[in-house]
Nanobody, 123 residues
Framework: VQLQASGGGLAQAGESLTLSCRAR????????MAWYRQVSGKQRELVAD???????KYADSVQGRFTMSRDNAKNMAFLQMNSLKPEDTAVYYC??????????????????WGQGTQVTVSS
């Protein structure tokens, strides 16, 4: 299974960007999806996550500005980022936990990461 993130770019403070993440491959159930971000030299931090049932949680730093959503039929997740701030500048990563089968055709839970997409917010 591969996760492909897109939608990053350059924005000015106060503007909006939307990130997309598509999961492709043999997925029986895409149980959990999340967005993380990482600034060079710092730990990767959780921005938002969403269960298959649509329950979302946000980091305090983005609460009220970012909205995560999912399209379960298309195995996609989105992150609508409004009122962007320079401190939102980071590489954003899509993460997913999914049920699939392993090489022995046994059900197994897996975790996947996308390649990252750069978001740069100028003041």
């Amino acid at each position: 299974v591969q996760l492909q993130a897109s939608g990053g770019g350059l924005a000015q403070a106060g503007e909006s960007l939307t990130l997309s993440c598509r999961a492709r491959g043999r997925i029986l159930s895409l149980n959990y999806m999340a967005w993380y971000r990482q600034v060079s030299g710092k730990q990767r931090e959780l921005v938002a996550d969403c269960t298959i049932g649509g329950v979302t949680k946000y980091a305090d730093s983005v609460q009220g500005r970012f909205t995560m959503s999912r399209d379960n039929a298309k195995n996609m997740a989105f992150l609508q980022m409004n009122s962007l701030k320079p401190e939102d500048t980071a590489v954003y990563y899509c993460n997913a936990e999914y049920l699939s089968t392993n090489t022995d055709d046994v059900y197994e839970d897996f975790t996947a990461w996308g390649q990252g997409t750069q978001v740069t917010v100028s003041s």
